[in-house]
């Protein structure tokens, strides 16, 4: 296969594990016979200072043309002005709207050699394994927002907006999602409260009464959702909410691993390409060290081989290599419990070194 992978490696650690990123890639097309073109393009606060704008024009064409994206990280205190014109969040804001990527597919399983890295309890967590789908394009990150004046000062707003092809397709793919694993989804939301959500558990409800019959349905108000993830994250399977409460609920989720750096990420749409990222942020108090973990960035690119490409064999590899690696003891700073630790370059040169 000839596939064009655009990178981003963005800002802090992001170019330190996109490099390990693209040499996992570059292995496994060795291996396998494949043809990866490489082209990286600045989005984030270096497109910023060098752009003017955190998405640059040339960077969405890229994109665009791309067959799959694999995305360090954005941001950083240089760039957190709250009076700034703009920042470096917008522009991956920016990118999912452009490429329509309503979907954000994140994966939580704690890896058996880890489980005591997390801070719950090993009976708690030990065998969890939960599929997040949130809904990406929509919610309150896309209303309306803005500011007023008002007799105390000001008033701000931002609007929460759904509407029912925007709830069933994320329904949809989540559905489809459990078809392939245990067959069950759990639908988040605050219909007791919002209105907002009331529709979205009419359209959840109905699509999976009409589409999906054999899958097994139930709903969980945000607030208890947030207290099961701690205290039964083993009764969930496929979990679909909105663009807040995801956001929220998966970053509560990946402390389940025990660290940030072991977990990827995907952003689709029903069409074009997607994009690729490890849920960790841009760890500006640790770049340049040379100690970020890479894992989640290769695993991200498993991903993308899985997702956009096709490659499952390819995607596969990479997941048994991470295996691997672990298995043998190779642990970064994040992981590693005070003990002896490999530095970025390292871990990649090992998961390498496993793929051949």
Same mark, same amino acid.
Request: hydrophobic share 40%.
């Given at each position: 296969m000839d596939a064009n992978i655009v990178l981003?490696?963005?800002?802090? @650690?992001?170019?330190? @594990? @996109?490099?390990?990123?693209?040499?996992v890639l570059e292995a496994v097309a060795k291996? /396998?016979?494949?043809?990866?073109?490489?082209?990286?393009? %600045?989005m984030g606060g270096n497109a910023i200072d060098s752009?003017?704008? %955190?998405?640059?024009?040339?960077?969405? +064409?890229a994109c665009r043309n791309a067959d799959a994206i694999l995305l360090g990280a954005v941001g950083g205190p240089k760039w957190d002005d709250p009076n700034a014109k703009t920042r470096p969040e917008a522009?991956?804001?920016?990118?999912?709207k452009e490429l329509k990527l309503f979907a954000n597919l994140r994966p939580i399983k704690p890896y058996k050699q880890l489980i005591d890295a997390s801070p719950l309890k090993r009976e708690i967590i030990e065998g969890t394994d939960i599929l997040f789908?949130?809904?990406l394009t929509g919610g309150i990150y896309f209303g309306d927002s803005g500011v007023k004046p008002h007799a105390s000062g000001e008033e701000a707003y931002s609007m929460m907006v759904y509407n029912t092809e925007e709830v069933a397709r994320i329904v949809r793919l989540a559905a489809k999602a459990a078809q392939l694993r245990s067959g069950r989804v759990t639908s988040v939301d605050k219909a007791n409260v919002l209105e907002v959500s009331r529709l979205w558990r009419r359209v959840a409800a109905q699509v999976m009464a009409d589409e999906f019959p054999d899958i097994e349905y139930d709903v969980?108000?945000?607030? +208890?959702? +947030?207290?099961?993830? @701690?205290?039964? %994250?083993?009764? /969930?399977?496929?979990?679909v909410t909105g663009n807040m409460f995801g956001d929220i609920l998966t970053d509560e989720g990946s402390m389940l691993p025990g660290s940030l750096g072991m977990l990827p990420s995907a952003s689709l749409g029903e069409s074009g390409p997607g994009l690729y990222e490890p849920i960790h942020g841009s760890a500006p108090d640790i770049a340049g060290q040379g100690i970020a973990n890479p894992l989640a960035t290769i695993l991200a690119a498993a991903m993308a081989l899985h997702h956009s490409l096709g490659l499952t064999e390819e995607a596969a590899a990479i997941d048994a290599a991470v295996e691997a690696v672990l298995d043998a003891g190779h642990r970064t700073a994040d992981i590693a419990a005070g003990g002896n630790s490999l530095s970025t370059e390292q871990m990649g040169a090992a998961v390498l070194a496993v793929l051949g």
């Open positions: 981003l490696p963005g800002d802090g @650690i992001g170019p330190e @594990i @996109i490099e390990q990123g693209q040499l291996r /396998f016979g494949h043809s990866f073109q490489f082209t990286s393009c %600045p752009h003017g704008t %955190p998405l640059p024009d040339e960077t969405l +064409a522009g991956l804001l920016s990118l999912r789908l949130r809904e969980v108000l945000v607030d +208890a959702m +947030a207290m099961h993830l @701690i205290s039964r %994250p083993r009764d /969930f399977d496929v979990v």
